[in-house]
Nanobody, 122 residues
Framework: QVHVVESGGGSVQTGGSLRLSCVVS????????VAWFRRTPGYDREAIAT????????AYADSVKGRFTISRENPPITVTLQMNSLLPDDTTMYYC???????????????WGQGTQVAVAS
């Protein structure tokens, strides 16, 4: 059984930093992608960062590029999202998700965590 668990959310002031962690257990594929998503004002989920296991290729949404950094370690599969220069617009729920194979910006990920809340005060 696959488990995805996020941690590290919290409250910070504008310009502050947070480090989110995602630990995946029970996932046996060697080639996989882990993505961080966040909830949009319309209650959809948008991908903001992805990382591919084969070569650690990382990709970022324009909204977080230059401020957020995704990294991966294993075993166990642990993916970290370092968030710097946080803004009030970054306030929302953040989710980690994993899929076998290459990365996608869609929500087509097999397993999701429950999310961790980030709040940035102005």
């Amino acid at each position: 059984q696959v488990h995805v668990v996020e941690s590290g959310g919290g409250s910070v002031q504008t310009g502050g930093s947070l480090r989110l962690s995602c630990v995946v257990s029970g996932f046996d594929y060697r080639k996989y992608c882990v993505a961080w998503f966040r909830r949009t004002p319309g209650y959809d989920r948008e991908a903001i960062a992805t990382i591919y296991s084969v070569d650690n290729t990382a990709a970022y949404a324009d909204s977080v590029k230059g401020r957020f950094t995704i990294s991966r370690e294993n075993p166990p599969i642990t993916v970290t999202l370092q968030m710097n220069s946080l803004l009030p617009d970054d306030t929302t729920m953040y989710y980690c998700a994993i899929k076998s194979g290459t990365c996608t910006w869609s929500q087509a990920y097999n397993f999701w965590g429950q999310g961790t809340q980030v709040a940035v005060a102005s």
